[in-house]
Structures are given as structure tokens and as C-alpha cells.
Nanobody, 116 residues
Framework: QVQLVESGGGLVQAGGSLRLSCAAS????????MGWYRQAPGKQRELVAT???????NYADFAKGRFTISRDNVKNTVDLEMNSLKPEDTAVYYC??????????WGQGTQVTVSS
């Protein structure tokens, strides 16, 4: 079982920045893919940014140029730096880990609210 704990959410004005962090209970080098997803009220959960164990990163179009995903293999954390935030970025942000033959693991989510 992999446990993921997110932190760093909060309230920010449009144009501001937030940094989310996800701490994994196991070595992230053993995880095939990790990343961030978000879910706004009344909408489906969507991908924000992910990376594979091979180092390949993938960003949603809305995240390109504004968000940066990074990892620390020593601390076993995955961070999401979010800049130039917009009100439409308001959502619950979830950390995800995928392990081959074991499936997906999710954190409890952290609320990000961007005021106009």
C-alpha cells in the first residue's frame, strides 16, 4: 500500500503562485508514474501534470508554461509549482501514483482556490 499526503493548497489571488507537495510513503523511484490531477465542482477529474520513472513529463495544455512538476528522490516528494493562477484553476488537487500490476493510488486532495 502506498500512502500519499498532499500539502500546500490554499487561497490565492489571480496571478499569484502556489506550490503543492506530495509525500509518498515509499521510494518514488519504485513508482512507475506519479503526478497531479484536479477536480473542479461539477467536473470530471483531469490530468494536470505527470512524470514517469523514466523521466518523461506530460502536462495538460492549460498547465503548459504556468505549472512545473518536479520530484525529489531523496525526500520521496513530488511537487507542483503553479504560477499565474487563474480563477478557473480552482479545484481540489490530487496526487497520484501508479505502480504496474498494483494500480493507482490517490492522496486525499488539497483545495486550491483562486480569487478574481
Amino acid at each position: 500500500q502506498v500512502q500519499l499526503v498532499e500539502s500546500g493548497g490554499g487561497l490565492v489571488q489571480a496571478g499569484g503562485s502556489l506550490r503543492l507537495s506530495c509525500a509518498a510513503s515509499t521510494s518514488i523511484s519504485s513508482i512507475n508514474a506519479m503526478g497531479w490531477y484536479r477536480q473542479a465542482p461539477g467536473k470530471q477529474r483531469e490530468l494536470v501534470a505527470t512524470f514517469t520513472s523514466g523521466g518523461v513529463t506530460n502536462y495538460a495544455d492549460f498547465a503548459k508554461g504556468r505549472f512545473t512538476i518536479s520530484r525529489d528522490n531523496v525526500k520521496n516528494t513530488v511537487d507542483l509549482e503553479m504560477n499565474s493562477l487563474k480563477p478557473e484553476d480552482t479545484a481540489v488537487y490530487y496526487c497520484n501514483a501508479y505502480i504496474f500490476r498494483r494500480g493507482n493510488y490517490w492522496g486525499q486532495g488539497t483545495q486550491v482556490t483562486v480569487s478574481s
